[in-house]
């Protein structure tokens, strides 16, 4: 008799959890819409959510703690999700996964922005879900016993199985829009259906062709890209900014030989998309699910062509600097494998002035330049700034900054605008600096300034309304004197335009 009701415990149990599932994924924004949900992702869920059942339950006998355990951590996605859509106008997806490590190992640039106080409430409720489920529930005798609870679970498994093939096998196509997909087909399925699309490679080849070595050293330019952090023109967001917040941009844009709006594959963050694109030359609706996070197929195997390989091949020394944690996205292993003979990251600004929680620019350019006075020979040196990295609002308006960066105090709760021009200040500083440095550079040099998303200011967009996801970029080189039309342009295209500008077109297919 025992048997037989922990037999149908599982049933019951799993049951009332798969209902409590849909009501928490209405939490979820944008919310699924589940009558328009395809069968095939019905199937989805039910056997993902069925096979993490069975698992807990397997493993502790307890199938309402499985059950509360289960809807624990699916809350806790939904959370995570949203928080994202709220700052990055994206939903949770599976090529997010690093999120949970990093949020452990640089918790300054995840926690902030999911809510202490929601963060402290998901792991609140899954404490006490797990307390709850070892003191007031109790695995029942026998429960290996083919006719009491192994047994209900292990036709479960079977019917999770089950319902995961067929799910998979006639699921229906993806937009790979997260948003869409994931009103669509809700978020258990689309977590599915990412994580199998992402293990096939991509299938598509980068502008950059195998080199061949017919310039001499002395006729190879320095080249220096710089993409700066959250680095976009907000003047046109308040008409308070002072006019002269980007002088020196504007000065590089009046000499450059391209400038204009750069679309990039971000919107304030995931800054690897927009350095992918540029330093590979690939489209993002090329890359298909690997738009999402470049760096994992890397890892897994694919080698493509980047720009950092190409001009090693001509005999150019490859260098980065990023004055962060180097393993933050595994760049510590995805750079050597793009082509960088060297990583600078945060280990070589020890005692490096801060601006703000994160080196300085000022640091990183004094960086740069000791780079370009040791130069042997033709240098590429790619740049990836911090200082403007948020999260803004964990920062502090100071009693000058008003009368310093606008004409026209903002509006109450803008202080992220405040703190953000502030850095920005400091980054067209560096323009200037960098650009005086480079003009008595003793050898050509071509210089490609670009920003790789606009910053998150959820309070300030709300007032004056958010930029699409676009940023400045310019391209100049010293010596020359051109003046180009402002051009709009794509970030998988920017390296390409740059090598043209400094005779280097015939290395590109």
């Not at 452990?104 to 489920?133: C, E, K």
């Not at 030989?257 to 992918?276: D, Y």
């Not at 490096?352 to 590429?380: C, H, I, N, Q, T």
Request: charged share 20%.
């Amino acid at each position: 008799m025992a048997d037989k009701a922990a037999f149908l415990a599982v049933f019951y149990v799993a049951f009332a959890g798969l209902i409590l599932s849909f009501c928490i994924e209405r939490l979820l924004r944008p919310s699924p819409v589940l009558a328009a949900r395809p069968f095939s992702a019905w199937r989805l869920h039910g056997g993902l959510w069925t096979l993490a059942f069975c698992v807990l339950v397997l493993a502790t006998g307890r199938p309402w703690f499985a059950a509360a355990g289960v809807s624990a951590i699916l809350l806790l996605l939904v959370l995570v999700s949203n928080a994202k859509f709220k700052s990055l106008r994206e939903p949770f997806v599976w090529q997010d996964y690093w999120y949970f490590s990093h949020a452990l190992r640089y918790p300054r640039l995840y926690l902030p922005f999911l809510g202490w106080g929601r963060g402290m409430a998901a792991a609140l409720g899954l404490l006490l879900a797990v307390l709850s489920g070892l003191v007031l529930e109790h695995a029942p005798t026998g429960r290996f016993s083919p006719t009491g609870q192994t047994g209900g679970v292990l036709i479960l498994i079977a019917a999770g199985l089950l319902l995961l093939s067929v799910g998979e096998r006639r699921s229906s196509p993806l937009t790979l829009e997260a948003d869409r997909d994931l009103v669509n087909h809700g978020l258990l399925a689309c977590l599915w259906r990412y994580a199998i699309a992402g293990r096939k490679p991509p299938r598509v080849t980068g502008p950059f062709a195998a080199s061949i070595r017919s310039e001499t050293d002395a006729s190879l330019p320095d080249l220096i890209a710089v993409q700066s952090e959250s680095f976009f023109d907000p003047r046109p967001l308040f008409a308070g900014i002072r006019g002269d917040a980007l002088a020196e941009f504007d000065r590089l844009k009046d000499a450059s030989m391209a400038h204009g709006r750069l679309k990039v594959p971000a919107w304030g963050a995931n800054t690897v998309r927009t350095e992918f694109a540029f330093l590979s030359g690939l489209n993002e609706d090329d890359l298909g699910i690997h738009r999402f996070n470049p760096y994992l197929p890397i890892l897994a195997g694919w080698r493509p062509r980047a720009l950092p390989l190409l001009l090693k091949d001509l005999g150019y020394r490859t260098v980065c600097i990023h004055p962060y944690h180097s393993g933050f996205y595994r760049r510590n292993r995805v750079y050597p494998l793009l082509g960088f003979d060297e990583f600078l990251d945060i280990r070589a600004f020890a005692g490096a002035e801060r601006r703000g929680p994160y080196v300085s620019d000022a640091a990183v350019m004094a960086k740069l330049e000791g780079l370009l006075d040791r130069a042997g020979g033709p240098l590429f040196v790619f740049v990836i700034t911090m200082e403007n990295h948020g999260p803004l609002h964990l920062e502090k308006v100071r009693g000058a900054d008003l009368a310093d960066l606008f004409t026209t105090p903002p509006p109450s709760g803008c202080d992220d605008l405040t703190i953000y021009l502030r850095h920005l200040r400091n980054a067209d500083r560096m323009i200037g600096a960098l650009r005086q440095r480079l003009d008595r550079h003793h050898r050509p040099a071509g210089l490609c300034w670009f920003g790789d998303h606009v910053p998150i200011m959820p309070g300030v967009y709300a007032r004056f309304g958010a930029p699409p996801p676009e940023v400045e970029y310019a391209i100049w080189v010293n010596g020359d004197v051109s003046r180009a039309p402002e051009q709009t342009r794509r970030a998988h295209e920017l390296a390409t335009c740059w090598l043209g500008a400094v005779n280097l077109a015939h290395l590109v297919r």
